[in-house]
């Protein structure tokens, strides 16, 4: 039996609670959060062993819900890295409690998010082709390298910040000592130690950015490269990116709502985060309208038959519905909700945030699908439903997520300790010193 | 080198069908089953595409047999992280079932839709089981297949051509479905010979091809009378 560890002394005692007391809603959700896990496995076996054929994709709508899937797992893995390099860089005072988790989103989703290409291959054996007989020039490859590359950077990026409060797990011995001892890298909280890992995340802050802008552009390009109506367009690349900033903002709200409620984080998570947050989300949900609105736009005014065709077959064929929905999720819930103060709570951020989740999933679905089921050749019009094992590695993919993420709080702070320590000790005097070398006076104030 | 390509007289086709027929056969194109193929599972590497024009009751039925256009400049060679589609010097477009891994990008990028995938283990009826063409390879589940223009039959044309120590004459090497038409309305044969039937019809005025704006530069190419 261990011996008790003692935490309750700490200022941040909260933070450390999740790791050292496991109530029984732990083990009820792992529990739950398998069964799905194994049903979507099961699904997948089914599926590697009758072929593709269980699933509803045929000819010509040949992409379907996995394709979708990973385009919005990856854009919502954009949460985090990116989200947390910006405020980094700008020096916004208030990242202090959400960088850590907005990071873990990414590592986990973005996980999650590549495997999907290889759910939806005919022929998963032989992946490893990819390697082997790779084609550079193929935006399969260009994925393949740039997701690659940004799981790499982010999970170093979500890892290094992790390092002093790993050590300090460590010096609290008990449970999983040698993991702790081994992850903290010898970590003694020197001033040099401290410089060195200061450094470091700058370097990967700055370097992390232009990553996983190239990731969504990327995923824009296997649709943008083709000549199908619909995706063959310039703006995809920045759109993307867009959508994929929105969307991981939004799912980064709804984490540190429920993290709040779930952990007591109230101290931690305030009402300005939520707010900040809330704004910034409004700003991309204003942008994500201007380049879904200049996109439409420019189709419709040129009116190419096969691009306008397409274009009122999402206005008004069987996926209206989803066009609508996505307008009224994307850009009509979250300004009102947003945009007026009275609604700006923390409930009306969830709600928005919600919308938006659900809104972004119905975008990737209004690319993919409505333009492969209108090939340009004379076909008959294609029509789509997914099957029950697309369904199950759907909520196998969110499960994953979910339990990606309880397991993460369970070993180690959703919140970084250290940084928040840092923030009490030293943040009020340098946002002093910064604020007065803005203001007009002797130059002999700013260092 | 020659450069092999198909003119579908719409003119003289009537659209029996003969066509897809023979190909299925000579090809071993696996059978899929009605429900499946209502599903959009049907595996045709060639293809007729049916238009109706006209409102009821004057309604007109246009048919129109469609292989795969072994593009001159092919938008699904471009998109294959694998190298499992590729086009050969005499401009046909291959692929590599054995390297296929199933993502089905070709698919999604080809404006023609000339391809099919195998959702399922191929399958036949047991009598055509003992009946299958041995020059060409029956696939497995999972991956990409599409028209060769029976690409098995000119190797066995060049074969016969070189033991005899001669050119290929014109219309030795056909396709299963241009030597099946009831109607003569495939002609098949080598664009770059100034004395082949395809190169004097590729010259008609009726000559089209689909999509011309889109720079695939297929090398089927229809005829069809202007209206």
Known sequence: MPKKIQYDYETDAVLYRPIYETGKGFYITVGILLLIILWALFMYITQVWFGLGVTGMNQPITWGFYIVNFVFFIGISHAGTLISAILRLSKAEWRRPITRMAEVITAIVLAIGGLHPIL?????????????????????????????????ASTIYLYLPMIPDIARLRDKGGKLTWLYNFLSWGWQDTEHQKKVLNRAINILMIMVIPIAISVHTVISYIFSMTLQPGWHSTIFGPYFVVGAIFSGIAALLILMIASRKVFHLENYLKKIHFQYLGTLLLIMSLLWFYFTFSEYLTGIFGSEPHEMHIILYKFTGPYAIFFWGMILCNFIIPVILLGFKRFKTITGILFASIAVVIGMWLERLNIVVPSLANPRIELPIGIYFPSIVEWALFMGGIAVFILGYVLFSKFFPIISIWETEEGRKEAITEVEERIQSYLPGDETISK | MPKWAMIIDLDKCTGCGDCMAACKLENNIAIVSPEEANNGRVMFWMDMITMYEGEYPNIQIKRMPKPCFHCDNPPCIKVCPVYATYINDEGLVGQVYHRCIGCRYCMVACPYTAKVFNWYEPEW??????????????????????CSFCAHRLITVKETADSEEREIRDEEYLPACSESCPADAIYFGDLDNRESKVYNLSRSSRAFREFEDLGTEPKVIYLLKKE
């Open chain 2, 125 to 146: 009826p047991e009598e055509f089981k003992v009946c299958f063409n041995p020059d060409v390879s029956v696939r497995m589940k999972g991956v990409v297949e599409k």
């Open chain 1, 120 to 152: 939806d291959l005919g022929r998963p054996d032989r992946v490893l082709n990819l390697f082997t007989a790779g084609r550079l020039q193929s935006p399969l490859l260009w994925d393949v390298t740039s997701i690659t590359a940004y799981f790499t």
